[in-house]
C-alpha cells in the first residue's frame, strides 16, 4: 500500500540529491566548492521560505490539525472548511 511522502523524507531526498549533483559539478571543475556552497545555500533559502509559506497556510494546517485523534471539532471559515475532506471541520 501507498503512503505518502513526509517532509523528512523529502529533506533527505533533496540532500542526496544535492550531495550527488556537488560532486559532479566541483569534479568537472564547472565550478569551485565555494561557489556550489554558496548556490546551494541560496536555493535551500529559497526552498525552506517557500515550503514555509505553502506549509502553514490555513488550510494546510486545519487538515494537519484534523489528523489528530483528540481533536473533535475545528470551526473554519465556509471556503476553507468546504474544500477539507473531514467530518471534523465545520463552517
Sequence with gaps: MFRAINGDQVGSMVRSILIFLGTGVVAKGYMSGEMWLQVV???????VALWGFWANNDKNLIKSAAQVPAVKT???PPVVANSIPSEKVVS
Design 41 to 47: 545555500s541560496g536555493l535551500t533559502t529559497a526552498a
Design 74 to 76: 475545528i470551526v473554519a
